[in-house]
């Protein structure tokens, strides 16, 4: 299952058309005493294989994020520095998206940058909004978790029709938030957030829009958390755990951004 998420688009790693597993490659022409003291050993780490497993996948994110949040430490405080950081966090998006091995450098470069916008944006909504970027980081950690524990539940899995639904729906609010965006630049909506400020009996398009951008950020979770098992499963190279932990960082970026937008459409209305 191919994921929506263009960080892992380029990776071959992830591809589920990848050769033979690790595990069939290494037993094949084995005796069954030299597979029992195969099995005898000790299990051995991702350093020592050299190949992706859940615990190190973990470890990046956890890296990254941390990273992340320090960069908004910067950003809440500096929030002059909001629009550097969004031209420089996607011109370095740009670079981690096409580059065929990933960079831990670049991975890390990106989550500071990217850190620093998300701080000055959600500093400015703060005094704007009282408590709102608590709830948008409380929202964000809950559907988050929710997805998790469905994927790992087996409760929640990505099909290839559904796929292709949210890819044309993505497609279609990236045309629909260029076209806003244009329309507030050059002041043709009155509406503090351009379109979705427009009111369907009563209630804010952007309420309508955010909902269903919010279930699109969480079915792009289930998918990355696909792409992360086939990595593990396949026996991708360790490195390309970094491609996971930014492709995790995109999606969960996005989605707390959206939340915060929709709970300001909330409070404005």
């Not at 994927?151 to 990505?158: I, T, Y």
């Not at 970094?242 to 996005?254: P, R, S």
Request: proline residues 4%.
């Amino acid at each position: 299952m191919a994921s929506s998420n263009p960080a892992f688009t380029n990776s071959p790693a992830f591809s589920t058309r990848a050769g033979t597993s690790l595990a069939t490659t290494a037993t094949g022409g084995m005796t069954a005493a030299e597979l029992d003291e195969l099995y005898a050993r000790p299990s051995a780490t991702a350093a020592q294989t050299d190949r992706m497993s859940y615990e190190d996948v973990i470890v990046k994110i956890v890296v990254s994020f941390a990273i992340l949040i320090a960069g908004a430490v910067v950003g809440w405080f500096m929030p002059v520095l909001m629009l550097p950081a969004l031209i420089v966090g996607f011109v370095l998006a740009m670079v981690n998206i096409f580059k065929k091995k990933p960079s831990p450098a670049l991975v890390l470069s990106y989550a500071a940058v990217e850190g620093v916008f998300v701080g000055a944006i959600s500093g400015l909504f703060a005094t704007m909004w009282e408590g709102i970027v608590p709830q948008a980081v409380f929202g964000t950690l809950g559907v988050v978790g929710v997805t998790l524990a469905l994927f790992a539940s087996g409760k929640v899995r990505a099909s290839k029709k559904a796929t292709q639904v949210v890819m044309v729906a993505m497609v279609g609010y990236l045309v629909f938030s260029v076209i806003n965006m244009i329309l507030m630049m050059t002041g043709a909506t009155s509406g503090m957030f351009g379109l979705r400020s427009f009111e369907i009996f009563g209630i804010p398009l952007g309420f309508f829009i955010g909902v269903l951008v919010i279930v699109m950020a969480a079915y792009s979770l289930v998918l990355d958390f696909t792409t992360i098992k086939t990595g593990v499963e396949r026996g991708a190279p360790r490195v390309y755990g970094w491609t996971a932990a930014f492709g995790i960082m995109v999606t969960v970026v996005w989605l707390y951004l959206e939340i915060l937008r929709l709970l300001a459409i909330l409070r404005e209305s």
